[in-house]
């Protein structure tokens, strides 16, 4: 029932003004992805899951450290922490591409009744804005489903990891990608705040959103602990990603 309220809630809030989260059936490891990466971390995973007309959907979102920057913490509950700033990865890291410390990552999954992820809506909400609770109208969007059906392949698994600072997600955007709108045209990673990321699968024909996760991650100044580690060297020990 609670999931059920969250659910309702958050479409009349994508027909309004204000996205609820977290929202979620599950929060935990999810094994069978990684992210569309090497090493992304899947221990910490918000999970939503439906039976739709005989399709099993399940959508998941996660936010995680870059390469070998300081780990990414959560609350068990939805509420990511992550570090401002930039760099090639942290200690360690290979990259010549500047990023923000932390990515988003996310997995769509769909199963049965004869459908792929081309017979459903899958959009994919993410946020520059560092306001708490920003207005749907502001977030940026990529049409999953668009991105596949240009693919021209059924598929019936869409993942994938973002990293805001990248220029893919700014302008000038792909055809599947509606920047966010308003005062903020691009994402500021030293900036502090609260950014939102949703998935909304929707039915095609009755436009109904049929399942919803959604996470947030708040964004926080490094503490001078853990710069003297840095400068140190030290180099933390689980896998990262390779981009």
Same mark, same amino acid.
């Given at each position: 029932?609670?999931?059920?309220?969250?659910?309702?809630?958050? @479409?009349?809030?994508?027909?309004?003004?204000?996205?609820? &989260?977290?929202?979620?059936?599950?929060?935990?490891?999810?094994?069978?992805?990684?992210?569309?990466?090497?090493?992304?971390?899947?221990?910490?995973?918000?999970?939503?899951?439906?039976?739709?007309?005989?399709?099993?959907? &399940?959508? @998941? =979102?996660? @936010?995680?450290?870059?390469?070998?920057?300081?780990?990414?913490?959560?609350?068990? @509950? *939805?509420?990511?922490?992550?570090?401002?700033?930039?760099?090639?990865?942290?200690?360690?890291?290979?990259?010549?591409? %500047? $990023?923000?410390?932390?990515?988003?990552?996310?997995?769509?999954?769909?199963? $049965?009744?004869?459908?792929?992820?081309?017979?459903?809506?899958?959009?994919?909400?993410?946020?520059?804005?560092?306001? /708490?609770?920003?207005?749907?109208?502001?977030? *940026?969007?990529?049409?999953?489903?668009?991105?596949?059906?240009?693919?021209?392949?059924?598929?019936? %698994?869409?993942?994938?990891?973002?990293?805001?600072?990248?220029?893919?997600?700014?302008?000038?955007?792909?055809?599947? =990608?509606?920047? #966010?709108?308003? /005062?903020?045209?691009?994402?500021?990673?030293?900036?502090?705040?609260?950014?939102?990321?949703?998935?909304?699968?929707?039915?095609?024909?009755?436009?109904?959103?049929?399942?919803?996760?959604?996470?947030? %991650?708040?964004?926080?100044?490094? #503490? &001078?602990?853990?710069?003297?580690?840095?400068? $140190?060297?030290? =180099?933390?020990?689980?896998?990262?990603?390779?981009?």
């Amino acid at each position: 029932m609670y999931k059920q309220f969250l659910t309702i809630f958050a @479409a009349m809030a994508l027909s309004t003004q204000v996205l609820a &989260t977290p929202i979620f059936d599950t929060f935990g490891p999810l094994p069978e992805t990684e992210f569309g990466g090497d090493g992304i971390p899947n221990d910490a995973v918000a999970i939503g899951t439906q039976l739709f007309d005989g399709t099993s959907i &399940t959508a @998941a =979102l996660t @936010a995680h450290e870059r390469f070998f920057n300081p780990d990414v913490e959560n609350d068990g @509950a *939805g509420t990511f922490t992550a570090l401002t700033g930039t760099n090639t990865g942290g200690p360690g890291s290979t990259s010549s591409t %500047v $990023g923000a410390l932390w990515s988003f990552g996310y997995f769509i999954k769909v199963e $049965g009744g004869g459908r792929t992820i081309q017979d459903l809506q899958f959009d994919l909400y993410y946020d520059f804005d560092p306001a /708490s609770d920003t207005a749907i109208a502001d977030l *940026g969007v990529i049409d999953i489903t668009a991105g596949v059906l240009l693919g021209g392949v059924p598929i019936s %698994v869409a993942e994938g990891s973002q990293n805001l600072f990248f220029s893919f997600l700014g302008t000038p955007a792909p055809p599947v =990608l509606t920047p #966010p709108s308003g /005062s903020v045209p691009s994402f500021d990673p030293n900036a502090e705040g609260e950014y939102t990321f949703a998935i909304v699968a929707s039915d095609p024909i009755s436009g109904f959103a049929v399942e919803i996760v959604a996470i947030d %991650v708040q964004v926080v100044p490094e #503490p &001078t602990s853990l710069a003297l580690l840095g400068l $140190g060297g030290l =180099l933390f020990t689980r896998r990262r990603r390779n981009r």
